[in-house]
């Protein structure tokens, strides 16, 4: 790991500590092009940590700090997400797929910050989750089903099939956003390609989700 410290940062608010993972494309040219920017102070923008195409992993803000790379948003029926997260962007233009390196690195990162924050796989969420009216990353090109075959976050299995925003509420997603962007954002991740309405697969799949995340409460 490279230490690339980022001034952009400043203390997790209300004693708040790490229980999401936002996973992020930095859509810029190459990871130094995204160092540049994430460590400028004046674009206000960074991220605890930035992982290459190559598989390059760099630290950029303590995990301990709150980095400012989710923006508006919420997830679980909270908001300011910066302060519940720990967010890493990934070296990727938004519409190639992700190195095999890359994905290792990720990989190896997740199964780090999850043991040491015990995050659950529920727990790691896309950018555009929390924040479907504003954002796409880290897109339909991202390979969540890899993460969730090695327990590094969730994939649902069709259930039968229920009102569609309540379950994505019960599942974490911010439905005031409205049912389109809902519905787009879940799709960006669980039927990337699939389009028109709402269909039966959507509404089943929601189930299924909003049955995992219950589960993980429970447990």
């Known amino acids: 790991m490279i230490e690339h410290p980022s001034p952009n940062f400043g203390p997790r608010r209300d004693g708040l ?27 206000e923008v960074s991220a605890h940590y930035l992982v290459g195409a190559d598989g ?7 995990d301990e ?28 233009d938004g519409a190639s797929p992700f190195p095999e390196a890359q994905m290792a690195a990720l990989e190896r990162l997740l199964d780090r910050l999850m043991a040491r924050w015990a995050i659950s ?13 504003r954002k796409a990353d880290p897109g339909p090109r991202f390979d969540w089903r890899r993460l969730a075959r090695g327990g590094r976050a969730v994939w649902p ?9 309540s379950d994505a509420a019960a599942a974490g997603y911010p439905v005031e956003a409205g049912p389109d962007l809902v519905l787009a954002a879940f799709r960006l991740r669980f039927r990337p390609g699939a389009a028109g309405p709402l269909a039966p697969e959507d509404r089943a799949l929601m189930a299924g989700l909003a049955a995992i995340d219950a589960g993980a409460a429970s447990a």
């Open 17 to 43: 500590t790490p229980a999401l993972i936002v996973l992020h494309y930095t859509a810029m040219q190459d990871a130094g092009a995204a160092l540049q920017r994430l460590c400028d102070p004046a674009s």
């Open 56 to 62: 390059t992993l760099w630290r950029l803000v303590p």
């Open 65 to 92: 700090m709150r980095a400012w790379h989710a923006g508006a948003g919420a997830w679980g029926g909270a908001g300011d997400v910066n302060s519940r997260s720990i967010g890493v962007e990934l070296d990727n």
């Open 121 to 133: 796989p529920s727990g790691v969420i896309a950018h555009s989750d929390m924040a479907p009216d």
């Open 157 to 165: 299995a069709a259930a039968a099939p229920g009102d569609f925003l």
